[in-house]
């Protein structure tokens, strides 16, 4: 049974550093996509970086390249997002997501995932 157990997310100022961590178990890095969502109040579940776990193709939602970088390790089963230059539209709550079924290098969309943490809550204040 893969188990999906977040960290790392809090509260910041403008400007600041967050490093979220999400402890995989029972997940095979073989063939399948990880990625890092975000939810925040009244709005939809968003996807925020995805990993082709195979493969290792990234990718970012416009958002945040330049300020996340996503990566994993596969020795330690964890999958990282180190958040830089955060802004208060990055307030969310934080989810480590994953599935073993992508299209080629495509991991599809939020619905394509099964595997999901309970989430961390960032916090960035203006």
């Known amino acids: 049974q893969v188990q999906l157990v977040e960290s790392g997310g809090g509260s910041v100022q403008t400007g600041g550093s967050l490093r979220l961590s999400c402890a995989a178990s029972g997940y095979t890095y073989s063939n399948g996509c990880m990625g890092w969502f975000r939810q925040a109040a009244g709005k939809e579940r968003e996807g925020v970086a995805t990993i082709l776990t195979g493969g290792g193709v990234i990718r970012y939602r416009d958002a945040v390249k330049g300020r996340f970088t996503i990566s994993l390790d596969k020795a330690t089963n964890t999958l990282v997002l180190q958040m830089d230059s955060l802004k208060p539209e990055d307030t969310a709550m934080y989810y480590c997501?994953?599935?073993?079924?992508?299209?080629?290098?495509?991991?599809?969309?939020?619905?394509?995932?099964?595997?999901w943490g309970q989430g961390t809550q960032v916090t960035v204040s203006s």
């Open positions: 997501a994953a599935h073993q079924s992508p299209r080629g290098t495509l991991c599809g969309p939020v619905e394509a995932y099964n595997f």
